[in-house]
T-cell receptor, first 111, second 118 residues
Framework: NAGVTQTPKFRVLKTGQSMTLLCAQD?????MYWYRQDPGMGLRLIHY???????AKGEVPDGYNVSRLKKQNFLLGLESAAPSQTSVYFC??????????FGPGTRLTVL | AQKVTQAQTEISVVEKEDVTLDCVYE???????LFWYKQPPSGELVFLIR??????QNEISGRYSWNFQKSTSSFNFTITASQVVDSAVYFC???????????????FGQGTTLQVKP
């Protein structure tokens, strides 16, 4: 049982480049989330999904897009990366009891 | 609006000392969940505990204990006889528990960095 996995683990982009972060969960959870973690600010919600085919904005959605075409996958896209998007990105899925289980994170640097 | 405050940015203790991490929250919801997560130097987020708002019973798990007090909107975490392996960033978080608009999203505190020295 892998839980929540994220790819890639590390990535360096130049300003203006695009990329997609993939999150996969094997726990059959309906709810999935993307957070970013910045020093001194805890984790902040970017986008979330309450089920296959649905997405919604979180606290800091600007500059990001998401898709949930399959229940087990939740993709986070950056269309035109900016240095302000340098961060650690965490994906999570939510179990029936409300607990969120996190992936290992993706460390993204935008130069 | 929901908010979680962890006023202690960094704490440093010597091994075997007891340490308490403070968490204060704000919410208008009558039912909610409170959580603690641990983030060791390796970077992953490890779930420690979830507490329902209607259950104020304190909980103990080995060297860890949690004190939930609705009257003061606090959910403090105590590590007894701390060990070097306890060194990590600890996050307190809050989410709504019920309702048709329940998104389940977590509101995190800023985190407390705990350093346990040998």
């Amino acid at each position: 049982n892998a839980g929540v996995t994220q790819t890639p683990k590390f990535r360096v982009l130049k300003t203006g480049q695009s990329m997609t972060l993939l999150c996969a969960q094997d726990m059959n959870h309906e709810y999935m989330y993307w957070y970013r973690q910045d020093p001194g600010m805890g984790l902040r919600l970017i986008h979330y999904s309450v089920g296959e085919g649905t997405t919604a904005k979180g606290e800091v959605p600007d500059g990001y897009n998401v898709s949930r075409l399959k229940k087990q996958n939740f993709l986070l896209g950056l269309e035109s990366a900016a240095p302000s998007q340098t961060s650690v990105y965490f994906c999570a899925s939510r179990g029936p009891g409300g607990t969120q289980y996190f992936g290992p994170g993706t460390r993204l640097t935008v130069l | 609006a929901q908010k979680v405050t962890q006023a202690q940015t960094e704490i440093s203790v010597v091994e075997k000392e007891d340490v308490t991490l403070d968490c204060v929250y704000e919410t208008r919801d009558t039912t909610y969940y409170l959580f603690w997560y641990k983030q060791p130097p390796s970077g992953e987020l490890v779930f420690l505990i979830r507490r329902n708002s209607f259950d104020e019973q304190n909980e103990i798990s080995g060297r860890y204990s949690w004190n939930f007090q609705k009257s003061t909107s606090s959910f403090n975490f105590t590590i007894t006889a701390s060990q070097v392996v306890d060194s990590a960033v600890y996050f307190c978080a809050l989410s709504e528990a019920h309702g048709s608009s329940n998104t389940g999203k977590l509101i995190f505190g800023q985190g407390t960095t705990l350093q346990v020295k040998p």
